[in-house]
């Protein structure tokens, strides 16, 4: 089971869903997936404070009543869609086998991977954002979301060790700071699209530039560690 119907479930009920969702509730864990998909694109588009959980029952052909059931509140629902966006980008991650490969060959895939995350999930990238515009406040609130990156961590610690022992990489760097310098370069893309293609009036989406820019990005990362 995953993280974030994890938490729906063990949330506090707020009494029996509406009975005109009888024939959802058959069904929970399909219903709170589809809550899920819908409130994702509601929060990321919308921030928190926009977001509607009327136009979220609507959507998934449920009621506020039963969002708050599954989920205790609006706060509640968007810590689990949270929750959810880092389960499946981790869950893919995992995926990768990066062990299986020579460490810069392995560190290329990562990145490339990163790259390709989060351009292909721009509602990532914006709840990411509007989650910094929380202040972490909400984040702060779950209680999976450190267990949930660890993996993370630990992959890159792992891909990184062979690598110096091996002599590819050179000693001294720390897995978290080449987590984030991987983070931020592949973010970036996405989340000042639009704002640094007005200003210097360059289609930087255009399939040409994108395929430009995460060869850079891969190469800046593996420069950056080689020894």
Request: glycine letters at 6%; hydrophobic letters at 40%.
């Given at each position: ?150 993996p993370a961590i ?38 000042n699209q639009h ?9 930087a989406q255009s ?21």
């Amino acid at each position: 089971m995953n993280q974030a119907v994890h938490s729906a479930q063990t949330a506090k009920p707020a009494g029996k869903p509406a009975q005109r969702d009888g024939a959802r509730t058959n069904d929970p864990m399909r219903t709170m997936a589809g809550i899920l998909e819908v409130a994702t694109t509601e929060f990321a588009n919308k921030g928190l404070s926009g977001a509607r959980i009327d136009e979220i029952a609507a959507a998934t052909s449920t009621s506020k009543r039963m969002i708050y059931y599954y989920f205790g509140s609006k706060q509640g629902l968007y810590i689990a869609v949270l929750e959810e966006a880092y389960r499946r980008m981790r869950a893919i991650e995992a995926e990768l086998h990066l062990e299986d490969l020579p460490p810069e060959d392995a560190l290329r895939r990562l990145v490339g991977f990163t790259f390709d995350h989060h351009h292909d999930n721009p509602d990532y990238i914006r709840l990411v954002m509007t989650e910094n515009m929380e202040r972490g406040a909400y984040l702060a609130q779950s209680k999976s979301i450190q267990e949930l990156n660890v993996p993370a961590i630990q992959a890159i610690r792992r891909l990184y060790d062979r690598g110096v022992a091996s002599g590819e990489f050179r000693p001294g760097l720390d897995p978290i700071d080449i987590h984030a310098s991987i983070s931020a370069l592949t973010f970036f893309n996405v989340s000042n699209q639009h704002t640094f293609g007005l200003i210097f009036k360059r289609d930087a989406q255009s399939a040409q530039a994108m395929a430009a820019r995460r060869d850079s990005i891969v190469e800046m990362m593996v420069r950056f560690v080689r020894a």
